[in-house]
């Protein structure tokens, strides 16, 4: 979530979501690269050859980092960081039956509990924050203009 509030405070000064993405795309590979620097001493860990690794690099470089952090960054532009945190459960919900359907995976009864715990929570902030937004600043000065009008009683005779 903290994630979030901070690219939505960075996308206020710097609006430009693309080169933002491959910002933040190269500062994770630079610290990626740091840290197995450190605690890796093997370096054939960095070999990759013509086969599923290489696959499985690209796929998650270009899909699950840079194309969803464009999109990310676009949502939080336009409806704020709650929005894109609202749906984190339903990925999830999505990891969690495929994990079950393709891998066999079996799924336990704490997993499902916290699950609805955290699914739970993470929709009673977005309501929250619906309930927050309902109520701006323009609509309390309109509500005391309105409270402060001179009202006059008629009997309508």
Do not use: N
């Amino acid at each position: 979530m903290i994630y979030y509030v901070l690219q939505s405070f960075t996308l206020k000064k710097y609006p430009a979501e693309l080169s933002l993405t491959a910002l933040i795309c190269l500062m994770g590979m630079v610290e990626g690269a740091i840290t197995t620097l450190v605690f890796e001493r093997d370096m054939t860990v960095w070999l990759m050859g013509w086969d599923s690794k290489l696959l499985a690099v690209v796929y998650s470089g270009v899909v699950c980092s840079g194309i969803a952090y464009y999109v990310q960054g676009f949502v939080i532009k336009e409806r704020g960081p709650v929005f894109v945190t609202s749906f984190s459960p339903l990925c999830m919900i999505i990891t969690a039956v495929l994990g079950f359907v393709v891998l066999s995976e079996q799924i336990h009864l704490g997993s499902i509990i916290g699950a609805i715990f955290i699914v739970f929570g993470l929709y009673t902030v977005v309501w929250g924050k619906s309930k927050d937004q309902r109520s701006s600043p323009e609509d309390e000065k309109l509500g005391a203009a309105l409270h402060d009008l001179p009202v006059t009683v008629t009997d309508g005779k």
